[in-house]
């Protein structure tokens, strides 16, 4: 009967050992499937709000440069504007971009968010073609190119 009472105490030091180790492999292999889980999480977040915010600036950008009588080129960034103006009675559009990253649209005094999370517009003309590349501020994200035609003013 001693014998049997000896043996229910409890765990012997290399079984506790090895049921640590077991422990943590299992925690490690949890953790890092985890960790790579939110990495692919965040990085798809980012490139989401990048196509997000190229879609805005794009509606806005294609409408108003579609529509321009004159469109100067430059760089639209912080610190610096482009502004186009169309229609009968002249409306006066101008972009911006903020500390914030968002594509300010202005016409007629009212300023508006046209996109958030664009660095920067790039706007070229050649001929009857006006070039836009937009500049997602998210990190990783690509530029995009808008080519607009067939303007209502005609040619440059």
């Known amino acids: 009967m001693s014998r049997r009472k000896a043996a229910q105490r409890g765990f012997t030091l290399v079984e506790m050992m090895v049921g640590m180790a ?12 985890f960790l790579v889980g939110t990495r692919s999480l ?4 980012r490139l989401i709000a990048a196509d997000t915010a190229v879609s805005h600036a794009s509606f806005t950008l294609t409408r108003d440069l579609a529509s ?11 610190g610096s504007t482009v502004t186009l103006t169309y229609g009968t009675p002249a409306v006066t559009v101008v972009y911006s971009v903020n500390t914030n990253n968002d594509l300010i649209r202005t016409a007629g005094g009212s300023a508006s968010v046209a996109a958030r999370g664009i660095t920067s517009v790039v706007i070229t003309a ?5 070039t836009a590349t937009i ?13 607009v035609s067939n303007r209502p003013a005609g040619c440059f």
């Open 68 to 78: 321009a009588t004159t469109v100067p080129t430059g760089t639209i960034a912080a």
């Open 126 to 130: 050649t001929g009857c073609y006006e």
């Open 135 to 147: 500049q997602p501020s998210a990190t990783g994200a690509t530029s995009v190119v808008l080519n």
């Open 42 to 45: 965040t990085n798809e977040a």
């Open 22 to 33: 077991l422990l943590s492999v299992i925690t490690f292999a949890m953790v890092g499937t």
